[in-house]
C-alpha cells in the first residue's frame, strides 16, 4: 500500500495520470473507490491524487479519531498535496458532500496554489442564513434514519433483495434509505452499479455520518470571504438531493465572482457517481477552461 504517515495519521493515497493536478476527495459515506468512474477517465488528462480521508477505507489516525476535525482534513490534504508534489502548479480541487468541506477551506486557505474548485453535492464549508438553518433540518433526518436503520433489518425499498450478514446490513440500508446517499433513479435504473456503491460503503468504515457534519461548519467561508476568492468555482448536485437542496447549492455558487451551478434532473446525492458521463465531460470542460 502507498501511504503518507504524518505525526497523527496514516493515509492511504493513489496517483494516477499526468497532466495538470487534480485532487479528489470523497464523502462520508465512500472511499478513494467512490471516484473509480472520474478517475479511469481524467487521469488521461490531469494527474489525479486520490485517498482516503482519516477514518475511511485504509486512512487511519494515530491517536483518537475525532470526526468533527475538519482542521484535521485540511491538514491531511495539505501534507498529501506537499508529499506528491503537486503544489508546484496551479491546483485544482475537487470534493463531495463532506469532502467539499476541506476542498473549500484549503483553497481559501491557499487562494494562489489554486487554479480551479469543484464542489460536488456539498457546500464545501460556506455559512449563510439559509444554509446555517437547514443544518438542524439535516442532523434531525440523518439521526432519525440512523435510528430507522438500526431498528429493523433494513428499510429496503420494494424488490431489494436482504441482506443476510450481520455486519454489512447497515451499510447497505443506509445506501438505499431514502435520506441516503443513492437516487431512486440510480436504484431502479442501475442496479448493478447501486450495488457497488453500497459495497463501497460497507466497506469505508467511517464514523456515523451525523458525527461529521461540524466539519462543514466549524471555520466556514462566508459571503465576504468567498467575494475575495478569483477562481472558477462550479458547483454540481442533483436536483433530488435529499441532503443538500438545489436552491442551497444555486446559492453557494452565487457567493463567488466566478461560481456557477449545474444541477443534473433526477440524481440524488451522488450526482458525480450517477451521471459519471455528463459530469466527466463538465468537469473536463471546466478544468480546461
Given at each position: ?21 487534480l ?10 473507490l467512490?471516484?473509480w468512474?472520474?478517475v ?9 491524487l ?23 482534513h485540511v ?7 506537499a ?12 470534493g463531495?458532500?463532506l469532502?467539499?468541506?476541506p476542498a473549500l ?11 480551479h474548485?469543484?464542489l ?16 438542524t ?47 431512486e433513479?440510480?436504484?431502479?435504473d ?9 459495497e ?5 468504515g ?5 458525527a461529521?457534519?461540524p ?8 459571503a ?5 476568492l478569483?477562481f472558477?468555482?462550479?458547483v ?12 442551497e ?9 466566478a461560481g ?16 459519471p ?13
Amino acid at each position: 500500500m502507498t501511504l503518507l504517515r504524518t505525526d497523527d495519521a496514516e493515509l492511504y493515497y493513489e496517483l494516477h495520470g499526468d497532466g495538470p493536478p487534480l485532487v479528489l476527495i470523497h464523502g462520508a459515506s465512500g472511499t478513494h473507490l467512490a471516484w473509480w468512474q472520474q478517475v479511469a477517465e481524467l487521469r488521461h488528462h490531469f494527474s489525479c491524487l486520490i485517498y482516503d480521508l482519516r477514518g475511511y477505507g485504509r486512512s487511519r489516525a494515530l491517536g483518537q479519531l475525532d470526526p468533527a476535525d475538519g482542521e484535521a482534513h485540511v491538514r491531511d490534504l495539505a501534507a498529501l498535496i506537499a508529499h506528491t508534489g503537486l503544489n508546484s502548479a496551479p491546483l485544482n480541487l475537487m470534493g463531495a458532500s463532506l469532502g467539499s468541506a476541506p476542498a473549500l477551506r484549503y483553497a481559501a486557505d491557499h487562494p494562489e496554489q489554486v487554479g480551479h474548485l469543484v464542489l460536488c453535492c456539498g457546500p464545501g464549508c460556506v455559512s449563510t442564513p439559509r444554509l446555517d438553518q437547514g443544518w438542524t433540518e439535516r442532523i434531525e433526518r440523518m439521526q432519525a434514519r440512523y435510528r430507522q436503520v438500526g431498528a429493523t433489518e433494513s428499510p429496503l425499498p420494494p424488490g431489494v433483495p436482504r441482506v443476510r450478514s450481520e455486519g454489512e446490513k447497515e451499510r447497505f440500508a443506509a445506501a438505499y434509505h431514502r435520506y441516503g446517499p443513492v437516487g431512486e433513479a440510480m436504484h431502479l435504473d442501475f442496479p448493478a452499479l447501486t450495488f457497488l456503491y453500497a459495497e463501497i460503503m460497507a466497506s469505508a468504515g467511517g464514523p456515523p455520518t451525523p458525527a461529521t457534519f461540524p466539519v462543514f461548519t466549524r471555520r466556514p467561508v462566508v459571503a465576504n470571504d468567498a467575494k475575495a476568492l478569483a477562481f472558477p468555482v462550479l458547483v454540481v448536485g442533483g436536483t433530488d438531493d435529499p441532503l443538500f437542496a438545489a436552491d442551497e447549492l444555486r446559492e453557494v455558487a452565487s457567493l463567488f465572482p466566478a461560481g456557477r451551478c449545474e444541477l443534473f434532473r433526477g440524481a440524488g446525492h451522488l450526482a458525480y457517481y450517477e451521471r459519471p458521463r455528463r459530469f466527466n465531460d463538465l468537469v473536463k470542460a471546466f478544468l480546461l477552461s
